[in-house]
């Protein structure tokens, strides 16, 4: 571990000092009695005082990541231990003025009984004492009225004698705080205890509020009875803002004033703690949609303007609920006992609608919009880390249609979206454990009845979720590259087996086709990979049809475009997959160096459901027929299920089908029978 690189000199802390807050940040967990010991020390020399204090908050606050070599550490880290400090710090001085209390009231004391039992000299020195001391002491009958005090105590109380009012000293307490003293002081009056020990707030006869450390110790009188009552009282009212001030800080953003996400996820824990009023909490997170591209091209002080201008607008559209900056762009509502989830979906709507109107920063008018999770539960149900993970997760599906909008968790559909991800993350080790295999679907020559082809369909035997389609994993296999390796396998396989029934078959064996993800089409070593496999497998690459879809090839046409020419070149067959789903842009079609097109299932379904021939659908099959066939293309029908749908398509001239009609997708053994013979259409 790098050590600290701090010195006393550069920044006013001990090298001592600094170790001991880099091994705080680093930890796993706070140690919250380290962090409140380390503050306590803050007060004793050679630091002591609020300086000391202010100086280490403020480079934990602004320079932690580069000072300790925490870079990346979680800003709630720094943010509790802040918070710990100052209280640390908050409890070293009441211990420390406790110690000086107990000094001066020991002298009072000893100087007190000494003058009474020897006289005039000792008299002398508890005047001294009396007078000179800096803090404030009174001496008060065992009523509370008060007798004796020192200038100390009579600058406390802004110049008002206590002494000239009959009231006893509790008149001048605080209300909140005026019934426990007067219990306190009824037992120190009774003998029950000899001192006490408070922080009590007195209210001056001007009204000013001083915040004080209280000691009040029980003079007995030579049969041991109670005689009166000695208080030393120190004025902590400094100490006290002092306090307020750094927990303010910690608690808050500075940029906007809102309170943060280490006040949010104290009210969090506070809100489930155990015997809170609190038993459902609503939470929305909120994010804004393109805040980067504003900070981009405009600038970080207008971003900050905005930022500004949004906090206070989402202050005043949430209403009385907590409103929080939890960091960037980010700002999360908390709502206390929701009347239920269609409240926290108003008010949702509520703030985004209330969040469109353009915002004037300077000479500018900024739109922004933004997007909202919502998760609601009972306190019993949840815990404060996994409801902000819902309420995260939401917002992420709101972010993902688009932004502008909210959406509400929902656990079933997290629990998919948790599966898919999970399964998706571990699609490359399956592929080394051999877990996934191959089904092939018969593509039927319509004009002759005969098998002429089969497209490999990729399946995933996997050991605890058995057999899935690739609905369930392709999509984002793609996203995290993994369908790459996954691609590479199938495309192997698919050779090796068609190759083996040109062994078996010769010409009667069928061309084997072969799904393409947009991602395998941009990977730069694929187009090697592909002939390799051409070449290791021996196959007629004639035989070898790739389907791509028209989002890969729109993706980058002219990339696209000549990695397709290439594979033409090498002799491979080329389909569109899917036509009819993307932007089917008749244009591109003419330009693209394809062989075939493959109109997508839902068009064929269309067909079935209208039942008859002169629907659209028919209408756009028998046009898209034509118009294939004008171009040169071969055109493969999908999902036909019917015998309808196969009459239809074979009278219009359609030249492939595929689909449950003609048979489903199966093992290369089951596909060897079917080979044998000409199939039924
Ligand atoms: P696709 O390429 O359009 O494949 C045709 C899909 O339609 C297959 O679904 C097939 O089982 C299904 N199908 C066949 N006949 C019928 C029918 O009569 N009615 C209906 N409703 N459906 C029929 P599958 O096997 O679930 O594959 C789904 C998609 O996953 C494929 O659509 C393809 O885009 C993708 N895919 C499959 N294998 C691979 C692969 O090895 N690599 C890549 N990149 N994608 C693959
Ligand atoms: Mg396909
Ligand atoms: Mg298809």
């Excluded at 001030?245 to 500075?254: A, F, G, N």
């Excluded at 009023?277 to 405009?298: A, W």
């Excluded at 027929?625 to 074979?650: K, N």
Aim: hydrophobic share 40%; aromatic share 6%; net charge negative.
């Amino acid at each position: 571990m790098p050590g600290p690189r701090l010195s006393r000199t550069s920044t006013g802390l001990t090298t001592e000092l600094a170790t001991e807050l880099v091994e705080l940040l680093r930890a796993d967990r706070l140690a919250s009695g380290e962090a409140r010991r380390l503050g306590a020390r803050l007060a004793e020399p050679p630091f002591r005082g609020p300086n000391a204090l202010r100086t280490t908050l403020r480079l934990l606050r602004t320079r932690a990541p580069e000072l300790f070599d925490v870079a990346g550490h979680p800003a709630e880290r720094i943010g509790e231990l802040a918070d710990e400090l100052a209280t640390g710090y908050a409890e070293g001085m009441r211990a420390r003025t406790r110690r000086e209390q107990q000094a001066v009231l020991g002298a009072v004391l000893r100087t007190r009984r000494e003058a009474e039992h020897a006289l005039r000299a000792s008299e002398k020195r508890f005047r001294t004492i009396f007078t000179e001391a800096g803090v404030g002491i009174a001496i008060a009958a065992l009523d509370g009225r008060v007798l004796d005090v020192n200038p100390a105590l009579l600058r406390l109380f802004g110049g008002a004698d206590p002494r000239s009012s009959p009231r006893p000293i509790t008149d001048h307490v605080h209300p909140e705080d005026a019934p426990g003293l007067v219990t306190e002081l009824g037992e120190l009056a009774g003998g029950v205890r000899d001192s006490l020990r408070s922080e009590v707030r007195f209210v001056r006869p001007d009204g000013v509020v001083v915040w004080t450390y209280l000691t009040v110790s029980l003079v007995r009188d030579d049969a041991g009875q109670p005689d009166y009552l000695i208080g030393v009282i120190e004025d902590v009212t400094e100490r006290h803002r002092l306090r307020s001030r750094l927990r303010h800080q910690t608690y808050h953003d500075q940029l906007t004033r809102l309170p943060n996400r280490s006040l949010m996820d104290a009210q969090l824990r506070w809100a489930f703690s155990e015997g809170s009023p609190v038993q459902r909490v609503g939470l929305c997170h909120l994010d804004l949609d393109g805040f980067r591209s504003i900070n981009d091209t405009l600038g970080h002080q207008i971003g900050d303007q905005l930022l500004l201008a949004v906090a206070h607008r989402l202050q005043l559209l949430a209403g009385e609920h907590l409103v929080t900056r939890a960091g960037g762009d980010e700002f999360a509502i908390l709502v206390a006992d929701p009347p239920g989830v269609e409240y926290l979906c108003e008010l949702a709507q509520r703030v985004l609608a209330g969040l469109r109107p353009p915002f004037v920063i300077g000479s500018q008018r900024l739109s922004i919009t933004a997007c909202m999770g919502i998760a609601e539960d009972a306190v019993t149900d949840t815990w404060p880390g996994e409801l902000q993970r819902a309420a995260d997760a939401a917002r992420s599906w709101a972010k993902a249609e688009g932004g502008g909008r909210w959406a509400v968790f929902d656990a079933v559909r997290d629990a998919g979206e948790t599966s898919r991800f999970t399964l998706a993350a571990s699609v490359s080790g399956a592929v080394d454990r051999d877990e996934f295999h191959l089904l092939y679907q018969p593509l039927m020559d319509l004009a002759s009845g005969e098998l002429t082809g089969v497209e490999a369909l990729v399946r995933w035997r996997h050991p605890e979720y058995g057999v899935l389609g690739p609905a369930r994993f392709i999509e984002l296999a793609e996203r995290n590259g993994a369908i790459v390796p996954l691609g590479r396998w199938v495309l192997t396989e698919a050779c090796r087996q068609a190759r083996r029934w040109a062994d078996r078959f010769g010409s009667a064996a069928p061309y084997v086709s072969v799904n393409v993800a947009p991602r395998q089409l941009i990977e730069p070593s694929w187009l090697a990979e592909v002939s390799t496999v051409l070449e290791d497998s021996g196959l007629d690459p004639g035989r070898l049809q790739l389907e791509i879809t028209e989002r890969a090839v729109l993706v980058d046409e002219p990339a696209a475009s000549e990695t397709l020419r290439t594979l033409r070149e090498m002799g491979v067959q080329l389909a569109i997959d899917d036509f009819g789903t993307g932007y089917s842009s008749l244009s591109y079609l003419r330009r693209l160096p394809v062989h075939g097109l493959k109109i997508d299932g839902s068009f064929i379904q269309g067909l079935c459901a209208a039942g008859s021939e002169e629907s659209r659908e028919s209408k756009i099959v028998e046009a898209l027929i034509r118009m294939a066939h004008a171009l040169g293309l071969v055109v493969t029908a999908e999902w036909v299920e019917t015998a309808g749908q196969a009459r239809w398509l074979t009278a219009l001239g359609c030249d492939i089908g595929q689909g449950n009609w003609y048979g489903d997708p199966v093992p290369p053994s089951e596909l060897d029978a079917l080979l044998r013979r000409p199939l039924a259409g």
